[in-house]
Nanobody, 113 residues
Framework: QVQLVESGGALVRPGGSLRLSCAAS????????MNWHRQAPGKQREWVAT???????NYANSVKDRFTISRDNAKNTVYLQMNSLKPEDTAVYYC???????WGQGTQVTVSS
């Protein structure tokens, strides 16, 4: 089993940047795919980005060229660098370990002036 803890959410102005972290314990993050998902108020949870065990990256069209998913094997942590943030990026962001069907508790990102 793997446990996931997200951090880094905050209130940020449109056009700003944030980096979210997802610290894993119980298993090495480089051995399975990791996703970021988000859920805005009143909407279904949606997929944002994936990093595979082999390092392949995939992004939702809505965040492509603005967000970057990465992994630090030494820290057993996955990151989501978010640039050029928009109000529509406001959501609770979750990391998800695909192989273990395990979710973190989420971290709130609010983009507002």
């Amino acid at each position: 089993q793997v446990q996931l803890v997200e951090s880094g959410g905050a209130l940020v102005r449109p056009g700003g940047s944030l980096r979210l972290s997802c610290a894993a314990s119980g298993s090495s993050v480089n051995s399975y795919a990791m996703n970021w998902h988000r859920q805005a108020p009143g909407k279904q949870r949606e997929w944002v980005a994936t990093i595979s065990s082999g390092g392949r990256l995939n992004y939702a069209n809505s965040v492509k060229d603005r967000f970057t998913i990465s992994r630090d094997n030494a820290k057993n942590t996955v990151y989501l660098q978010m640039n050029s943030l928009k109000p529509e990026d406001t959501a609770v962001y979750y990391c998800y370990a695909v192989q273990y069907n395990s979710w973190g508790q989420g971290t709130q990102v609010t983009v507002s002036s």
